[in-house]
DNA sequence: CACCACGCTGCAAGCGTTTGCAGTCCGACT
DNA sequence: AGTCGGACTGCAAACGCTTGCAGCGTGGTG
């Protein structure tokens, strides 16, 4: 028998299905005698049983499984969370269905509508929009949730995320202590929370720390992508003068950053120091390495996904938002301005 | 009701649940009145009925989920394979189950294991080692599996990967091309089908062009990292003199001479010339930009996901590997020897 | 006119588990 | 000695769907 079924493993331990089933469950074993229930464990090994979690989730409505909502895999930043999520729920016996929505609202919809059907017991959403009408109407079916990396506005869900803020403030603050005055944000797309609370801290850490401000040092992108990036610094620069640093509201728009560096045979970090957001894999490595702020994006996945498996196994400890601290990391990219 | 069963439909469409099932599959559709079907259809429809896969899979003994086995999605490899292998079997009404060995064998046996109690109906193998004792056990037990980038011997499934030996060759002439006499070949583990082929095919390139060659110009990593690639170059160039270019097993690997360039003041490419395997993300940013075989990831995904698909459904065409064409990506990284 | 074939639909079993309920047995208590 | 309770175990239904088989009515054929 390619499949032993608990039928198989009851008939050769001599017990009837049902008792066999509570031996093998850690939770109703206390129900049978501790004799029966060693030998059933006994020949559920031997015969190699292993449950079918269909048929079991057929009876309990539960597929020990999660949706893992994110834009796009290939996106560097993504791949350490999901792994972060896979590694938490594995060892709770879950497993994560991944979709990927390339941002389009309606390929989301649709691929949430399958997770769904797949009777996935909650979401792990990495693609909320500020303003986002398909999360709200999820909380209305409420379906267990928790946001990564961006939040939705009205949207009660457990939120985990780096703490925006702080990372930018280490990153201003380190460019203010190598003397730049002029500071400018390319910062990431106004429809994601990451990119106002980015902005917005930047802006209160120039004004805090007293450094130029204005709307002309601020440009914000349509994407979070190496494309938009150098769009953004393009028109940035194209509008003022004297800036001699700037902090991309990502590594991706950092990049961007660094095109428009070399096609305008501008050097960094002796003309323009750049300083990215998030750390994501060889960084190092790039000419100049960029310096960034670190943040713990496989911390992030586990959280999430234990802050989800509570909420489904109603140990509501009901933790809000869970904002992971920052760290800067200097590299080459961030000098005093007009070299040493 | 929050989740409409077959059963409500069937009894707000006046029928029968099993007419409403066979309405509802496109496949037995026409088993049923046409005007029946449309009804049952519109109701469907109506009321968001969305058809239960768990319950179905009871029945049929079908999924409609496979595995897909990685070493670590964390490594940049990874992520466009699994897009790729994601979007073919979303056509599908496929989904993937991802799971991350490590490069643990036992790790990745009971991974796998799980795999196949969550009743996979087949596998997609990105872990294949020269000699691998599990996969002839699943060759045994005969789920349908087919291996990506690398492959196991003795195995008869399916293999889709880069055509190695032509991509290595690429990087050879190119750099015989620019004037190298003497090219170095610090090659993947020999643990993999990837490191072995292209260290046989470097081999056999270098012989062919008539340049120098010899067991000392080639030097065996023990693993697809950037820390063994930079050991590898290291031990190499203890080893022997006058060499000027090396081929790097995959571009982690380049990644790790990059380092002993660094750390012994090695001008690349003056001094060396550096090439790569795979293309992944950014190279082009990397100080210098690293020249490099490019190779079609994504694909290599589809083309699994639709081989497997195919062993799936017996449309047995029986589809051996596929070797996919690789190019040259010509970056900064390589130029004539002894600078220009 | 009887019969058959065919198109359609309903019946019911069953996929592998879980679980409320009911039964059995036995030791202990009154 | 009779009864009660407790510890186990078995029974059977149910989860939502698919599918072989049988039933029904209709139209066509011999």
Chains 1, 2 share one sequence.
């Not at 999901?82 to 994560?96: C, M, N, P, Q, S």
């Not at 080459?332 to 040493?340: E, H, K, M, Q, V």
């Amino acid at each position: 028998m390619p499949n032993p079924t608990l039928r198989d493993v009851a008939d050769a331990a001599g017990v009837h299905p049902a008792t066999a089933s509570r031996a093998l469950n850690a939770n109703t074993r206390a129900l049978v005698n501790a004799e029966t229930a060693r030998r059933v464990l006994r020949v559920a090994e031997q015969l190699g049983y292993r449950p079918n979690p269909i048929a079991r989730g057929l009876k309990t409505a539960k597929s020990a499984t999660i949706g893992l909502v994110i834009p796009d895999l290939t996106n560097p930043l993504f791949p350490p969370i999901v792994r972060g999520v896979e590694d938490a729920l594995e060892e709770a016996g879950y497993t994560a269905l991944i979709v990927n929505t390339d941002g389009d609202p309606e390929r989301e919809r649709t691929l949430v509508e399958s997770l769904r059907s797949r009777q996935v017991e909650g979401l792990v959403i990495a693609t909320a929009l500020v303003h986002h009408p398909l999360l709200e109407e999820l909380q209305r079916s409420d379906i267990p949730m928790v946001m990564v990396n961006r939040r939705a506005e009205g949207i009660e869900a457990p939120y985990v995320g780096p703490d925006d803020a702080a990372g930018i403030e280490l990153a201003v603050r380190h460019l203010a202590q190598l003397g730049h005055r002029r500071i400018a944000h390319v910062a990431g797309p106004a429809t994601t929370s990451t990119g106002v609370a980015r902005a917005r801290a930047f802006g209160g850490a120039v004004r805090e720390l007293g450094l130029d401000h204005g709307p002309e040092l601020m440009v914000t992108c349509t994407q979070w992508t190496e494309g938009a990036g150098a769009a953004g610094l393009r028109q940035l620069l194209d509008g003022t003068e004297g800036v001699t640093a700037v902090v991309a509201g990502n590594d991706l728009i950092a990049l961007g950053c660094y095109d428009v560096c070399a096609e305008r045979r501008i050097d960094c970090p002796d003309e323009l120091s750049i300083v990215g957001f998030n750390d994501m894999p060889f960084l190092d490595k790039l000419r100049p390495p960029l310096t960034t702020v670190s943040v713990p994006n496989t911390q992030i996945g586990t959280d999430a996904a234990r802050l989800l498996l509570e909420a489904l196994h109603g140990t509501d400890r009901s933790a809000r938002s869970v904002l992971l601290p920052t760290s800067l990391v200097e590299r080459g990219s961030t000098a005093p301005p007009g070299g040493r």
